[in-house]
């Protein structure tokens, strides 16, 4: 099968959110199983010292060039804000990827699409290329990483996409008078899926939908979840080297060199006996960070210590600034993006906290189960899908109290040595690798293919 994946981001060309992560891993799996798979991606100045274009085996990465729209140093967004002509910079890759297949005679049978970026090609092939013979076999499929980014431009904008006015209206791109471009995406898609199975049936709803719900609930029987995959080879104890010491399912005991190790780069009292509780993470709402800095004086008195690694909205910032210096022997604060810190954080920490309000797949939480970190959830999208009791802490109700009553339930076991061995032991079974993903994919580029 012929797989041409187009996303504005890949690993390890250029990231900003894990939809680079899956656009970087998801083809070397195909690839592993059989699919002839080429990457196209904008080439964006990050990527121009960059030599090499064969990921895998032999999987070809096209770059579109225009040195006005993507030789800048963001990828979607300076200083002052998103760029201000996003939509003819995004219009120009979509209808180039289209033009580019056919440059390089690849007759792709799938086009695999991500989020707004990309959402126009398929807008572009269902009207503007479907009658064009290269074009008419090839069916499309939209990964919806997170709903809350859609592509919103001015309506007056309408022009410059170069398709019928028809179009815009409310059963085409229009959305309250605007141009959504995942709207389009999700209209001419021949499938369309998400980054976990309860996240599909959550962006039905209202509540985390953004406005998109009826439409998502119209096209259900074409929408499904798979979960991403976790790139072990970057994810494991066994062979991590920014960890003091590593350790596997064998030698567990050694993740307490890992403990003691986070307790003095953290500036913590350093005791085994003392719980850990991590958190890396983005600081935004989404992440959870309003219930979690209204809990904050409840869980600095269990005695617990707590470990925080992000960066983000400035407001939690401050809020976790205050309570560092009214907790210094207890809460660890360190505002920033730091990678070796976050390996640490997850081989040191004996639960991982991540009481997102919404995730539609998540990696920290199928990070920690492989570090024996026990991962303390929300539970909602990708955090339903991959913790349970047996692995983990749920609680299904958002409010600070039951975060509270989690983490102190969470506490209690920890002092329970054979409950706390059994629930590290499954989460350490736990298998979320790429293979397995990759080949629900491949299932569902086979159901698009019959459509
Ligand atoms: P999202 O993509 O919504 O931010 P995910 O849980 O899917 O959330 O992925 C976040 C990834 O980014 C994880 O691998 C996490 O370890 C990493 N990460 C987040 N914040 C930081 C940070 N401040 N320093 C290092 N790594 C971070």
């Not at 187009?6 to 592993?32: N, R, Y």
């Not at 599909?200 to 998502?216: N, R, S």
């Not at 998540?362 to 970190?373: A, P």
Request: charged residues 25%.
């Amino acid at each position: 099968m012929k797989i041409a994946m187009i996303a504005s981001e890949v690993v390890p060309f250029a990231k900003t959110g894990g939809l680079a992560d899956v656009a970087g891993a998801l083809p070397i799996a195909l690839e592993d199983l059989g699919c002839e798979v080429v990457i196209i991606m904008p080439g964006y100045k990050c990527v121009k010292d960059i030599s090499y274009s064969v990921v895998g085996k032999k999987i070809k990465v096209y770059f579109v060039e225009n040195a006005l729209y993507f030789n800048r140093d963001g990828l979607y967004m300076d200083k002052k804000g998103d760029y201000k002509d996003n939509l003819e910079r995004f219009a120009f890759f979509c209808r180039k990827s289209l033009d580019l297949l056919k440059e390089i005679n690849f007759s792709a049978d799938i086009l695999h699409l991500h989020d707004w970026q990309s959402s126009l090609v398929s807008v572009y092939l269902k009207n503007l290329y479907a009658r064009q013979p290269f074009y008419s076999r090839m069916k499309s499929i939209l990964t919806i990483h997170n709903i809350g980014y859609q592509g919103l431009f001015p309506g007056e904008d309408f022009p410059k996409l170069g398709l019928d006015k028809n179009l815009f209206n409310i059963s085409g791109l229009e959305f309250y008078n605007r141009i959504n471009l995942l709207k389009g995406g999700i209209i001419f898609s021949d499938l369309i899926n998400t980054v976990s199975p309860t996240y599909a049936l959550e962006i039905q709803e209202a509540k985390f939908g953004f406005g998109l719900e009826g439409l998502l609930k119209q096209r259900k029987k074409d929408l499904t979840g798979i979960l991403n995959g976790l790139d072990y080879s970057i994810w494991d104890p066994g062979t991590d080297k920014f960890i003091a010491r590593k350790f596997s399912k064998r030698n567990i005991e050694d993740k307490a060199y890992n403990k003691e190790e986070l307790q003095r780069v953290c500036s913590l009292p350093v005791a085994n006996e003392i719980p850990v509780l991590g958190i890396v993470s983005r600081l935004a709402e989404q992440k959870g960070f309003d219930i979690l800095t209204e809990s904050l004086p409840e869980i600095c008195k269990t005695g617990a210590q707590l470990v925080i690694l992000g960066t983000g909205n400035l407001k939690y910032h401050q809020i976790l600034k205050k309570a560092a210096k009214k907790y210094p022997k207890t809460l660890s604060l360190n505002l920033k993006f730091d990678d070796p810190l976050a390996h640490k954080i997850y081989a040191g920490s004996d639960i991982f906290l991540m009481p997102s309000s919404y995730e539609p797949c998540g990696l920290g939480q199928i990070i920690s189960l492989r570090y024996g970190t026990i991962p303390l959830v929300f539970k909602t999208g990708g955090l339903a899908d991959t913790i349970n009791e047996d692995n983990g802490f749920v609680f299904s109700s958002y409010t600070k109290d039951e975060l509270v009553k989690a983490v102190k339930r969470s506490l209690a076991a920890f002092r329970d040595k054979k409950k706390w061995g059994s629930l590290i032991k499954n989460a350490m079974q736990c298998d979320f690798s790429w293979e397995a993903s990759a080949k629900k994919y491949i299932q569902l580029y086979e159901k698009a293919k019959e459509k």
